[in-house]
Structures are given as structure tokens and as C-alpha cells.
T-cell receptor, first 113, second 114 residues
Framework: AQSVTQPDIHITVSEGASLELRCNYS??????LFWYVQSPGQGLQLLLK??????LVQGIKGFEAEFKRSQSSFNLRKPSVHWSDAAEYFC???????????FGKGTTLSVSS | DAMVIQNPRYQVTQFGKPVTLSCSQT?????MYWYQQKSSQAPKLLFH???????NEADTPDNFQSRRPNTSFCFLDIRSPGLGDAAMYLC?????????????FGPGTRLTVT
């Protein structure tokens, strides 16, 4: 069965420092990979997605993610974190259009000044 | 802008009193989902509609039901809310026809049960 693991429950980063959030997936083939962000009391906003092609994908708000097939990973990065980036981040896997996503448990990002 | 809209944003209901949450979309997507998200947890899929076909997750309680009268609207009915049903309820859409694999989420409805 497919699964998604986000090893870090909570991360604190200083404003202006770089960020990497980890995501590992389990699936027999290459799935469709997503990162979503959720601010408190809000819905989920799509940050970026990977379907095929270039393994480094760019998203909104200055985020990028790199797909590494050998490591079954899809880590999210940002070179310089802003205080407004504090939120919950979810990695998700999709295996077919029109079917449910499988979410990781999320990583809470706190930004310190 | 095309979007997913949920109403109300906040809903307070009494223990055992039926409640209905609504979702509408202007994306013309053929698939609509309802997720339940409890505090500090990942969203949990309750059910989804693939066009008019209803797909219930195996562990979704019978207390939860859904209706989709047309492409644009979908409702979540909780027949007898318990304290454990207090959560954020998220509606999402995607399109199999357009091979749009990502899901677009609404802002959610925060349900409180008193």
C-alpha cells in the first residue's frame, strides 16, 4: 500500500535561514507528488507538484522540491524563510487522476526572529 | 477566479443535532472529496464523488452522509454529531477528465459540537 512519511513533526528555523522539509514515500512506481501548505484555520494550498520530467520543481512563494527516485524522497526547500512561512506543511502522493491523495502527517514550521 | 467555496466557515451545533455543510466549485471538476481533519492531524478522506458515483471510505462512520445534486455542489450531512466529530471539514476537487491530478481545496468549515 502507498504511504507517505514526514519524519519531522516540528521544525523551527530562524528568519532568513534556509529550510528543508523531508518527505519519503512508498509506492511501486513513480507517483504524483505534491506539497501543500496550511495556515491556521485555513484550507490547504498547493505549493508545487511533480508528475514527470525535471526532478527539480519550482513552486509558489519561493519554494522548490527535488524528486529523488533512488531515495523515494521529495524534499521541500526554501533558501530564505520569512516569518509568514510559519504553517503546517503536508506532503502527499497521488497514484491516479481523480483518486484520493495520501497525505503525510505534516510538519509544523515555526519561524523565529 | 475559479475556486472552491465552503459554507459556513464556522458551524456550532449541539450534540445529536443534525448539521449540513456545503461546498461549491466553479472549476467544473468532475471529482469532489470530503475530508475530515482533526487538530494537528493530516486530512482523512471520508468519501468522494466521481461524477455522480459515490465512493465511501471503508472506515467512514454511518453518521456521515453526502449528497451531490449537480456538478457544482456537494453537501456533507452529519446525522447525529458527537463530540468526536468536532473537526475541520475540507472539501476538495480534481478532474479525471482533464487529467488534473492535484486537488484544489476550499477554506474549510470548522465544526464545533457542544
Amino acid at each position: 500500500a502507498q504511504s507517505v512519511t514526514q519524519p519531522d513533526i516540528h521544525i523551527t528555523v530562524s528568519e532568513g535561514a534556509s529550510l528543508e522539509l523531508r518527505c519519503n514515500y512508498s509506492y511501486g512506481a513513480t507517483p504524483y507528488l505534491f506539497w501543500y501548505v496550511q495556515s491556521p484555520g485555513q484550507g490547504l494550498q498547493l505549493l508545487l507538484k511533480y508528475f514527470s520530467g525535471d526532478t527539480l520543481v519550482q513552486g509558489i512563494k519561493g519554494f522548490e522540491a527535488e524528486f529523488k527516485r533512488s531515495q523515494s524522497s521529495f524534499n521541500l526547500r526554501k533558501p530564505s524563510v520569512h516569518w509568514s512561512d510559519a504553517a503546517e506543511y503536508f506532503c502527499a502522493v497521488g497514484v491516479q487522476a481523480g483518486t484520493a491523495l495520501i497525505f503525510g502527517k505534516g510538519t509544523t514550521l515555526s519561524v523565529s526572529s | 477566479d475559479a475556486m472552491v467555496i465552503q459554507n459556513p466557515r464556522y458551524q456550532v451545533t449541539q450534540f445529536g443535532k443534525p448539521v449540513t455543510l456545503s461546498c461549491s466549485q466553479t472549476l467544473n471538476h468532475n471529482v469532489m472529496y470530503w475530508y475530515q481533519q482533526k487538530s494537528s492531524q493530516a486530512p482523512k478522506l471520508l468519501f468522494h464523488y466521481y461524477d455522480k458515483d459515490f465512493n465511501n471510505e471503508a472506515d467512514t462512520p454511518d453518521n456521515f452522509q453526502s449528497r451531490r445534486p449537480n456538478t457544482s455542489f456537494c453537501f456533507l450531512d452529519i446525522r447525529s454529531p458527537g463530540l468526536g466529530d468536532a473537526a475541520m471539514y475540507l472539501c476538495a476537487t480534481s478532474s479525471q477528465r482533464g487529467r488534473i491530478y492535484e486537488q484544489y481545496f476550499g477554506p474549510g468549515t470548522r465544526l464545533t459540537v457542544t
